[in-house]
């Protein structure tokens, strides 16, 4: 474990992303005791509020039944800074806080220590706090980790100027890109899966491998938070970061070591061979109320234009032109207000080539990122007994049977410890991101330049009609009874 000195600023304090996410996860590692040793936090946000008023908003989303004392001594090393973000005065006193709060824990500042300043903030201010902390907070006599938050850009030119906004004021060494994709479970297992089990990686190709479908699904529409979702839509909003991500972690080659550069060449590398996809390729929908009126549709968020195309979800296949998967379809698919709640990646294998027995149903491997942590292999069996007949099995790993002492951190408590030790493994590189604009951007300037119409389909259906018949229609597979 780390134990140089920290301070880490959360700028956005009093906003949702940072009282659902950011403190829980900063309040798990304390629990666990992996903050290092002498750590301060100090919230920085707009509002105007009492660090009493600060101490509730930062805890109102942690587990009720977590520790009440513990609770208290984490709020002891939490404090409160309001200001604009962008009045140099602001920021100045921010900086005097940093001081101060490093003298009163007699912390010798020509030692190693490490500032990270967390943007849980909207893009429009980015900039401006990026350049109040370079301007007026920075110490270069510490080791200084920026973490930011999506959305990065709108498109690629927009994610082009923000990260020559940002180069220009930190190093990329400095900054670290949050995907919280990247930070779960399941998600950090794809590597060990294909490159310490000889048999995953022996048929990892397009040789053996027909399919690819990384799914997607939420039970819930935007409720809430309708108005932001309008500017950006369920491609940007999941499938440009998350889904792009997870694709690439499963489609690169064996990266050359573990370090975080050497991965995210691999990373990068795939994306470079990533065909932009193509609109006649891509299934748009937006969910409608229900007919009994129980569930909303998108639009009749009073903050939603009545007018508005914004997809809720989308299918899109898309193709990797490299030795490996040259002629496998990746199907992507990614949906609010849906039926049931699941991410997953599905690995579909060829038919069995001079099959002994007619008719046999495709292998499948299935990795389940959520709500279940599981890997299994759909893997046909003689139907057990005195039958003959075939049966499909599976060689299930469920982690909540296996591993039932464990449990498995949220995300962003991984990644921020990821953040105190100076990993970038599990974060996006400015080069990845480029890649995954290019990858998207112009099927988004299609559909908002046409103004294509996506599909209804109703609150909690699995989508918009033919769904699943356009997977078939590309993937060239109907499932048999088997
Ligand atoms: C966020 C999206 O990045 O990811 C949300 O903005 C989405 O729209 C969320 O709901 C999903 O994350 P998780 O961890 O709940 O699967």
Redesign the pocket.
Same mark, same amino acid.
Request: positive net charge; charged residues 30%; aromatic residues 18%.
């Given at each position: 474990k780390n134990d140089m000195p920290t301070t880490i600023v959360v700028f956005g304090a009093s906003g949702d992303l940072a009282k659902k996410k950011t403190f829980p996860a900063l309040f798990h590692l304390f629990e666990q005791n992996l903050l290092p040793k002498r750590t301060r936090i100090i919230g920085y946000a707009r509002t105007h509020m009492t660090v009493e008023d600060f101490h509730k908003r930062a805890t109102s989303h942690f587990n009720p039944q977590a520790d009440k004392s513990s609770i208290d001594k984490f709020l002891g090393i939490c404090e409160y800074v309001s200001g604009k973000y962008d009045v140099d005065e602001d920021f100045q006193r921010l900086r005097s806080e940093i001081d101060r709060l490093e003298q009163e824990s007699n912390i010798d500042t020509s030692c190693e220590r490490i500032h990270v300043y967390y943007m849980a903030l909207p893009p429009s201010v980015f900039v401006d706090v990026a350049t109040q902390i370079k301007n007026n907070v920075y110490d270069e006599s510490c080791t200084n980790r920026v973490v930011i938050e999506?959305p990065f850009g709108h498109d690629l030119e927009s994610s082009r100027q923000l990260s020559k906004d940002i180069g220009g004021l930190f190093e990329e060494s400095e900054v670290f890109r949050i995907?919280?994709?990247l930070g779960?479970e399941m998600v950090k297992n794809i590597m060990t899966l294909r490159f310490a089990n000889v048999f995953y990686e022996a048929v990892w190709d397009r040789h053996y491998i027909s399919n690819i479908q990384i799914t997607?699904k939420?039970p819930f529409g935007?409720e809430g938070?309708g108005g932001y979702?309008d500017q950006?839509g369920?491609i940007r909003? =999941?499938m440009q970061?998350?889904l792009l991500q997870v694709l690439s972690i499963v489609a690169m080659n064996q990266p050359k070591s573990l370090s975080a550069e050497d991965i995210r060449d691999s990373k990068t590398e795939v994306l470079k061979r990533i065909l932009p996809i193509q609109l006649e390729d891509t299934m748009l929908g937006q969910y409608v109320g229900t007919s009994d009126g129980g569930k909303p549709g998108y639009k009749d968020d009073d903050t939603v234009p009545k007018d508005s195309i914004t997809p809720t979800f989308a299918q899109c296949v898309m193709h990797v032109d490299n030795d490996r998967w040259r002629g496998v379809p990746w199907v992507i698919k990614a949906g609010?207000a849906l039926d049931e709640?699941k991410?997953l990646i599905r690995i579909q294998f060829k038919d069995m080539p001079n099959s002994l027995f007619p008719n046999l149903a495709r292998n499948e491997l299935v990795i389940q =990122?959520?709500p279940k942590e599981s890997v299994y292999i759909k893997t046909i069996v003689k139907e057990p007994g005195l039958s003959t007949n075939l049966a499909m099995s599976e060689l299930d790993l469920t982690y909540k049977t296996r591993y039932h002492d464990i449990k498995i951190p949220d995300?962003y408590a991984t990644l921020i410890l990821d953040v105190l030790n100076g990993d970038h493994s599990n974060f996006v590189r400015s080069d990845e991101l480029d890649e995954a604009w290019r990858i998207f951007t112009p099927l988004l300037h299609q559909i908002e330049n046409d103004r294509v119409k996506p599909l209804p389909y109703k609150y909690g259906s699995s989508g918009p009609e033919g769904v699943y018949q356009f997977v078939e229609d590309r993937v060239g597979y109907k499932r048999t009874g088997l």
């Open positions: 999506k995907d919280h994709y779960k997607f939420e935007t938070r979702f950006f369920i909003d =999941v970061n998350h609010k709640a991410m =990122v959520s995300a």
